[in-house]
C-alpha cells in the first residue's frame, strides 16, 4: 500500500504515520526527519537543507525528489510506504507519479489531515521532539512520562528550531501556497482522502484505519 500524508504543519502528520507504519508493517518515509538526520551528523545534503529550513522555506525540488528515488530503492520499500512530508509541491508530486507509472503503479491514499491555522500555531509551541530517536511529544496533548526526557530512548527533548513561532507563520504560508494545490491534484486522481485533525490522536487514527480498510 502507497499512501501518502497530507497536511498543514503540525497537522499530525508524523504522528498518525508512525502508527500507521506500525500497523500495516510498511516504512514511514519522513523527508523531514532524513534532513534532520542529515543536519545532525552534518553531511553536506544536511548543510544544504538546514539554511531552508531554518527559515522555513522548502529544500529545492530537486534535491528532495533526488533523496525519494534513493529512499526507494531500499529493499523495506517493496511493499509500500507511508509518506510524510513529500510530496510537498506540484512538481513533487510528478516526479512521485512518474517514478511509480515506470513499474506500473501509482498511490492508493492521499489522505488530507484538515487542521485549522489557529490550532496549528498552539500544537508547535507545544511539540518536543527527541534528539535521540526523533519520536515526538506534546507537552499538553501527549507529555512524556518523565519532562524532558524520551520514553522510549531515554534522550533529551527539545523545542525543533524551526518549531518558533515566526518560522511556524512561514511555514504555514508556503504550505498555503505551495502544498495546499496537491489536495486539488489528489482529489482529480480519485485518491484524495478527508480526516478530521482537530479530534484527539486516536479518534484521527481510527479515521484513517477505516479509510484504509
Ligand atoms: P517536516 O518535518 O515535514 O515538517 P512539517 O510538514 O512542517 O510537519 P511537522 O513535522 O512540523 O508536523 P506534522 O504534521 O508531522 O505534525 P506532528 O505529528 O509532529 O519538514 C520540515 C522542513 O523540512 C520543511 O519546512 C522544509 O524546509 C523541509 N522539507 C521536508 N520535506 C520537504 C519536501 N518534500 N520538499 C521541500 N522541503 C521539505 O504533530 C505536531 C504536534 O501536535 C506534536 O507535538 C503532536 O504531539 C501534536 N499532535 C498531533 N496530533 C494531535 C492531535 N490529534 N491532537 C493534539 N495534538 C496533536
Ligand atoms: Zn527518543
Request: with cysteine; hydrophobic share 40%.
Amino acid at each position: 500500500m502507497k499512501i501518502i500524508m497530507l497536511g498543514a504543519p503540525g497537522a499530525g502528520k508524523g504522528t498518525q504515520a508512525k502508527r500507521i507504519a506500525a500497523k500495516y508493517s510498511i516504512p514511514h518515509i519522513s523527508t523531514g526527519d532524513i534532513f534532520r538526520a542529515n543536519i545532525k551528523n552534518n553531511t553536506e545534503l544536511g548543510q544544504k537543507a538546514k539554511t531552508y529550513m531554518d527559515k522555513g522555506e522548502l529544500v529545492p525540488d530537486e534535491l528532495v525528489v533526488d533523496l525519494i528515488m534513493d529512499r526507494f530503492k531500499q529493499p523495506d520499500a517493496a511493499n509500500g510506504y507511508v509518506l510524510d512530508g513529500f510530496p510537498r509541491t506540484i512538481p513533487q508530486a510528478e516526479a512521485l507519479d512518474k517514478a511509480l507509472a515506470a513499474n506500473g503503479e501509482s498511490v492508493d491514499f492521499a489522505i488530507n489531515v484538515e487542521v485549522p491555522d489557529e490550532n496549528i500555531i498552539k500544537r508547535m509551541g507545544g511539540r518536543r521532539a527527541c534528539v535521540g530517536c526523533g519520536a515526538t511529544y506534546h507537552i499538553e496533548f501527549n507529555a512524556p512520562k518523565v519532562e524532558g526526557v524520551c520514553d522510549t530512548c531515554g534522550e533529551k527533548l527539545i523545542l525543533r528550531d524551526d518549531d518558533k513561532p515566526e518560522t511556524v507563520k512561514n511555514r504555514l504560508s508556503v504550505y498555503h501556497d505551495q502544498t495546499q494545490p496537491l489536495i486539488e491534484y489528489y482529489n482529480k486522481k480519485n485518491v484524495l482522502r478527508e480526516v478530521d485533525g482537530t479530534m484527539a490522536m486516536d479518534d484521527v487514527f481510527n479515521a484513517i484505519v477505516e479509510i484504509l480498510a
